[in-house]
């Protein structure tokens, strides 16, 4: 119930391509749906949110896609570049509830 | 600057030996959390405090305790650390306790080995 299942577990892929990033939650009382990027040696920091009123958005080259009916999102990354080259989590929590549940990440590497 | 802080950023120490990391936030967020992260297991939230004196367990609480006595600092104490763990510890805070839905500021993390 409380799971946020998120896949792939890595991915590569060439600059200027789109990798995607999927998640599926089980909560229906989630309502808010974060996306965080974590570099080597950082702690994660937020990158885009989404909450299941809208089934899109963009911010820069970052798009969530959220399909509400299958409780599932997507992190779409436009233009690819190495610098995105990170491990990105995705999240799920709710008002009723005091903690973001993460999923297991996805690390992402652009190739040159 | 808005941060969060947590000392130390890396720490070697033996079975068994109590060891507190400690954690403070600048921006007067109520809510606080620690997180240890493990590969292929990703972020796994240990305790949380949504205000002081108040604190919950997260989904891998054992073999740690937490306090929460004032709004800026939350420390993350194992009392008796065992090997299993060994790993990379995040303190994290955020505006509200109610509202998940704001931005949660992390640390830079605590890598701690239990040898």
């Known amino acids: 119930q409380q799971q946020v299942k998120q896949s792939p577990q890595s991915l590569i892929v060439q600059k200027g391509g789109i990798p995607i990033i999927n998640c599926a939650y089980e909560?229906?009382?989630?309502?808010?749906f974060p996306w965080y990027q974590q570099f080597p040696g950082k702690g994660p920091a937020l990158l885009i949110a989404i909450r299941p009123d809208v089934s899109e958005k963009k911010e820069g080259r970052f798009t969530i896609s959220f399909n509400k009916s299958a409780k599932q999102f997507s992190l779409h990354i436009m233009d690819s570049q190495p610098g995105d080259s990170a491990t990105y989590f995705c999240a799920g929590g709710g008002r009723s509830q005091g903690n973001l549940i993460f999923g297991k990440g996805t690390k992402l590497s652009v190739k040159p | 600057e808005a941060q969060v802080t947590q000392n130390p950023r890396y720490l070697i120490t033996v079975t068994g030996k109590k060891l507190t990391v400690t954690c403070s936030q600048n921006m007067n967020h109520e809510y606080m959390s620690w997180y240890r992260q493990d590969p292929g297991l990703g972020l796994r939230q240990i305790y949380y405090?949504?205000?002081?004196?108040?604190?919950d367990k997260g989904d891998v609480p054992e073999g740690y305790k937490v306090s929460r006595k004032e709004k800026r600092n939350f420390p993350l104490i194992l009392e008796s650390p065992s090997p299993n763990q060994t790993s990379l510890y995040f303190c994290?805070?955020?505006?509200?306790?109610?509202?998940?839905?704001?931005?949660?500021?992390f640390g830079q993390g605590t890598r701690l080995t239990v040898v």
């Open positions: 405090s949504m205000n002081v004196e108040v604190t």
């Open positions: 994290a805070s955020s505006y509200s306790a109610g509202a998940v839905n704001t931005e949660a500021f």
């Open positions: 909560n229906t009382a989630f309502d808010y």
